[in-house]
Nanobody, 127 residues
Framework: QVQLVESGGGLVQAGGSLRLSCAASGLTFSNYAMGWFRQAPGKEREFVSRISRGNDAPWYADSVKGRFTISRDNVKSTVYLQMNSLKPEDTAVYHC????????????????????WGLGTQVTVSS
């Protein structure tokens, strides 16, 4: 049974930082590309970042580029999202997701590309 469990969310002031973690179990973690998505109230779930199985450069949405950094630890079966210079518009529930396939940029941003999802962790940024 595959499980993805996010942690590290919370309330932070604008300009602050948070580090999200997503611990995976029940799958061969190194075989999966991992993504982070977020969903704000009343909005669709949107792509934030993705890290491949190998050494390819990570991908980021334009809205977080230069502020967020994705990384992974295959020994710990965990993917991280370091979020700096947070803005109120970053407020959302953040979900991690796992994708077994290699995909081009356009497809990798779609929620349908990912097989497994975590329940999410709330991030709230106050102004």
């Amino acid at each position: 049974q595959v499980q993805l469990v996010e942690s590290g969310g919370g309330l932070v002031q604008a300009g602050g930082s948070l580090r999200l973690s997503c611990a995976a179990s029940g799958l061969t973690f190194s075989n999966y590309a991992m993504g982070w998505f977020r969903q704000a109230p009343g909005k669709e779930r949107e792509f934030v970042s993705r890290i491949s199985r190998g050494n390819d450069a990570p991908w980021y949405a334009d809205s977080v580029k230069g502020r967020f950094t994705i990384s992974r630890d295959n020994v710990k079966s965990t993917v991280y999202l370091q979020m700096n210079s947070l803005k109120p518009e970053d407020t959302a529930v953040y979900h991690c997701a796992a994708d077994r396939r290699t995909r081009p940029w356009g497809t990798a941003q779609a929620t349908t590309a990912y097989e497994y999802w975590g329940l999410g962790t709330q991030v709230t940024v106050s102004s």
